[in-house]
């Protein structure tokens, strides 16, 4: 089979050997392999990276004795894996097991994969869509979700990389009204298309001024960071209204300053993070898709295999939403 | 009637004006009025303050016309008042009020206030155990509804105080472990008896290492600081368990450092805070006092209105629970 | 005042005197008055009646002292009145406080009404459009808040009435796939302007057949009743799916079967009630009004107080959403 | 091995083949086999019934290629198996699954079990114990679980079987006030052991008006029925407080009338019911043995293989709580 390598700037495909079945293991011929910011540490790394790829959608291989999957069925391709016995595992949050592993890079025509991450996907689902339940909307569902979003809400999101437009079209489809924040207009642009009631450009003026005017003062009920940045997050809290509730999507390995008196004792903030989606989600991620097709305008790029370097370009450019690969 | 006013380290007591009811007014004769640790910034400051006490329980003595309540009535005086038409206060969250207002001192013989704030005490709970449920109770009991506490859980609470004090008790109400950390050898054992499985002095070695080995490396499932101390509330987080969750009910104006990746996003932390109680609350409250009645433990001293220097000398001294005034 | 009556399949007007405001109670001159259903009972039967009235908006005529409201506030007047100190009306429940009383139709120019029942409308609410927060939206709002109806849910709507259509507004607000059974062709209409997704006449076919159809065999996750009628409640439970939650809203006083094991152990459903909304929606139904005012498209007709009997023939018709009276 | 077979009021021990493991699959040694009601109807039926037992704990006996379980590892076997694959099996509710089967009979010497239905006993829980994490405790949790129920709740139970000791076990360990309602007195007494507060003997008068006393008038907030009668049934329904909650855990295949106006419209009640427990509340059921290992009290009987007969004689007197096979 035909995989992915990167470092040092480039990718480029490369022969390997076709991974095969085993009891708990099944194959899956990958159909769409979307692209994930996270990927940036491997390509501009030195040395030559064969991880990195965990989203993606694909049809069922070969699967060993003992399988509940059939050849053919068509999956979805989530991330890492974990021990399957522990609370965690059993509870569907195996990203969280203190044995998970990052398993074979999904940047390959075929992965080798344990049955219990396979979820099958709708008939109905496109390949390219269904392979949108990745990084692309997990981290703002999952975030909405915990927070219990619904349509009495106001939704505040900054950043609108990929996740963040996975959050505005989450926050959209739960019915709340969704407010960005994100300097680069395409971004913005795409984030009206996909439900955003407004946007704001930080680089233009106070983006807390602006979320208060849009609320009457009040704030929102909701945000999410998308961003990993300091002055996103400490937004995010400031914006919110009393009782708000804050979650964090966007990696910050920093530290930033939060006040146990002003933000949560008097305000009754609440503060969470969610890094992936729990498997008990994905059902309700699968129906999102069906009831909303044009979530596919979250995709702005499709490339075969050939024009992986096109790919990564396009993708690193900021100029553009989700980019999916076509093996 | 009497009331009492504190400043540069003396607390006394004066003649004053009786209240009279109006309409949406009525006037409390109190009988049990508890001590609170924020009073400290009014008896150490200079000058005559007359503002401060804000707990207690007491008999309708007067009401006007259109009342609700009847004179006779039993009723915990809860804090501060709010404009009893907003959001916020029809959802009993009137502290939060923008146009809340602290009201009258507690700490006289008459209290006028609003009759919305006024609940009826069961007729089985006295004045003295109906008085817990302000300050000593209130936050431990809204931090631990807020976190949805159950026997599943296992609860860390840092700092002692009063405060603290109800945390442990509410805690081990709901059906929790309760785990709890203070230097103070007294209020530590006052723990015990109220509940507390195990107890740390935090000066005799690493608070964190202990809460690992008392729960299998896993970490508490629930945490609250009552302490308001930067290392305490960087404990609960950290004694979190993955997926954990940290109410702040120590007030500490100051700033700490969190990092949302590690902290939120990878371990799925929920960080909140709580002030008072919502007065929704107030009937699951009212029933563990019916329920528990050896919360009473909890008053560790009783002072008639003419010892109340006595009173607050044996308070601030850090060997107390709950200190009560009986004018 | 002019105020309405009503017996004997007639509806009138007729004088008397003004009400007036005195501590704790506020004299409101109504706006928009929308009619009900369970008027029926009063219009129908012989004698004259001057009570039933229950929904409405208006205008702070008079208030006394001690109030928190301003004459010119802008409200919803709910129906009924509680005690105002128990538990349940503490906690906006107060329709189920066991004191509870009717208190004055708000069939009149001016309705005298507790402080506590009165919320204040936004102003970007019009007087018709929040009177839909009565009758209209609130069993439906109530009946899919406590189901914790969002965008994951496909609900399915029995009965088309006032009732029934407030339900599908709501269920599609929610973000939620809404079905709707309906013998009138004018009512199922109406529903698919109000956002249904599907309709259909159970006069023409197996309604049961029609849902599993709708819903790939495997049911609806909600149902709610809104006609009170006991086939159509049987076919809420029995479309609904495994695990799946069925609330009656149409007041049916007589008796339906149900079977433990087969509907609630090994389905697992579960059935709840609302009639009136707790007072804590208002809020959430307040802003629901703000982000659709096409709501408004629930009100088919307009009356003054002049053509009150035409109001009345035209509602009984069958052939009308809401119907308002404009005093 | 040997396993058991049931008929004609007769139970006995006969030799079988011993199941082997295979991709999937595991042989599981049982340590701890209860009885359950459940067995009645192949213990009094004709012919000869090789199926009915589905409870117990064991040993890994024998595991294929591609397990995530160890030879060894102390296990709960729970009942049934699913797809493993649908929405209802990967959210824990394979029990519901479309394609659950009943696979082989616990009461035998060695199990085969699908992997995914095996969950790791924790250390510090015995196979006796842990065994009660079957149709003994897992109705009552599961439904005080759905419930919510805590501290603050009153539960009624009726029916004190093994299912409802079980029922009031758990409400006592989530810290409510429990009241149970049997005709056996060797039930009552084992209850009262077991955490229940009173118990009541409805033979002896009205059962409805005793609940009322004790609870001041308002009845409970929840109520369990593991009787499966429908006098019982009614009870809970008529104890429940306004807005309270009903379970029905006990099979009862017949009807039962109730009013959507009286009983759900007006009284907001909530009326649902549980079978078996999701997979995802097991963590929350051991924790709860850690806990209480006096929970062993549920068990009043244990027979070796050899006293198969004498084990459900005693088991079907009525005068016994949960008896144990200890193959």
Redesign the interface.
């Known amino acids: 089979m035909k995989r992915l390598a990167m470092g040092g700037k480039k990718v480029w495909l490369e022969e390997a050997e076709d991974p095969r079945a085993?009891?708990?293991?099944a194959v899956v011929r990958t159909k769409a392999i979307p692209l994930c910011g996270s990927e940036k540490h491997a390509y501009y790394s030195e040395g030559e990276n064969r991880w990195g790829g965990h989203e993606g959608t694909g049809v069922v291989e070969e699967i060993?004795?003992?399988?509940?999957?059939k050849v053919g069925d068509r999956v979805l391709i989530s991330p890492q894996g974990g021990?399957?016995?522990c609370?965690?595992c059993?509870?569907?949050?195996y990203i969280?097991c203190p044995d998970s592993y990052p398993g074979q890079s999904h940047s390959a025509e075929l992965v080798k994969k344990r049955e219990a991450i396979l979820?099958?996907l709708p008939d109905d689902v496109s390949f390219e869509l269904g392979s949108m339940a990745g990084c692309a909307l997990s981290p703002g569902f999952s975030s909405l979700e915990r927070m219990g979003c619904?349509?009495?809400d106001t939704v505040l999101v900054t950043g609108l990389g990929p996740v963040g437009l996975g959050a505005v079209t989450v926050g959209s489809?739960?019915?709340a009204?969704v407010l960005a924040v994100e300097p680069v207009e395409f971004r913005r642009d795409l984030a009206t298309d996909l439900g955003a009631e407004a946007t704001f450009d930080p680089t233009t003026g106070d983006a807390l001024e602006w979320v208060r005017e849009q609320t009457g003062g009040r704030g929102v009920s909701l945000a999410v960071?998308c961003s990993?940045r300091a002055e996103a997050?400490r937004l995010c809290i400031d914006a919110a209204a009393?009782?708000g509730k804050v979650?964090?999507?966007?990696?910050?390995?920093?530290?930033?300053?939060?006040?146990?008196?002003?933000?949560?004792?008097?305000?009754?903030?609440?503060?969470?993070?969610?890094?992936h989606m729990n498997?008990?989600d994905?059902?309700?991620v699968f129906?999102?898709l069906q009831?909303r097709p044009e979530i596919e305008k979250l995709i702005t790029h499709r490339f075969p295999f050939a024009q992986v370097q096109e790919a990564y370009d396009v993708f690193f450019s900021g100029q553009a939403g989700k980019v999916l690969l076509l093996p």
Not at 22 to 25: H, I, T
Not at 90 to 93: A, F, L, Q, T
Not at 263 to 269: A, E, N, P, Q, T
């Open positions: 085993e009891p708990g293991w060993a004795e003992g399988s509940r999957l021990c399957e016995v609370e965690l059993r509870g569907g949050n969280h979820c099958i619904g349509a009495s489809y739960r019915g009204r960071d990993g997050e009393v009782l979650c964090f999507c966007g990696e910050n390995g920093g530290q930033i300053e939060v006040s146990p008196s002003s933000d949560f004792i008097r305000k009754g903030l609440t503060l969470l993070g969610t890094w498997l008990l994905v059902p309700k129906r999102m009831r």
